[in-house]
């Protein structure tokens, strides 16, 4: 006999594996665990689940007519994401760890969970993704609002969980390798991050 998880079992699965796909904005948390401390890192985390489970939401609950008008946006919202990774990218290679971690201008709390927020949703096609598991699954357009709503939960849960684990693994690094070796690690994700940016920018234009 088949073991099926149940539901919230597998949006937690599948919100947890998504978010750990090494991506620009797992390394934009890794970049502000380092520059401003474990909180700012979990704060901006939680603020990629809450996109994540809000893209899931849309895909579970079958709104068909808010998909297609974000995916018919990928360009702009493509050109947008790429350029500010980019930026980020640039920014992140010229900092260094101890100049930023005494830096009052630092962003606060909100300001990190929204930005990050905002820069998660520039990609609409985490939309197909979303659907494409929930049907592979079995929760296809028109499920139930019950079942659509605990794996939206779980998809937030499991997003969350993967930014706990994440800054956790960061901040307990943050503390125990010299201001040489981050920002090494500074030139090196931000180089990453200008050419996440490129390729996204390249991936909508083409």
Known sequence: MDLVLPLPLRG????FTIAAAIGPISLLM???????????????????????????GIA???L????????????????VGGVIIMLLGIRTMRSRPGEVARDADRPGLIASFVSIFALTATNPMTILSFAAVF?????????????????????????????????????????RVSTTALLWMNRVSGAVLVAFGAVAIVAVVR
């Not at 937690?12 to 919100?15: A, D, H």
């Not at 890192?41 to 990629?48: E, F, M, P, R, T």
């Not at 068909?64 to 050109?79: D, F, I, K, P, Y």
């Not at 937030?156 to 994440?166: I, M, N, R």
């Open 64 to 79: 068909t007519a808010l998909t297609g008008v974000l995916v018919s946006g990928r360009l702009v919202l493509g050109l």
């Open 135 to 175: 049907a592979g699954i079995g929760l296809s357009v028109g499920a139930s609002f019950a079942d659509a709503l605990v794996l939206t939960l779980g998809v937030w849960a499991g997003s969350a969980l993967w930014s706990v684990v994440l800054t956790s693994v960061v901040g307990w690094f943050r503390l």
């Open 60 to 62: 579970a609950f079958g």
């Open 30 to 56: 890794i970049r502000r665990t380092i520059a401003h401390g474990r909180l700012y890192g979990l704060v901006s985390g939680l603020g990629v689940a809450t996109a994540d489970a809000s893209y899931a």
């Open 12 to 15: 937690l699965i599948i919100g």
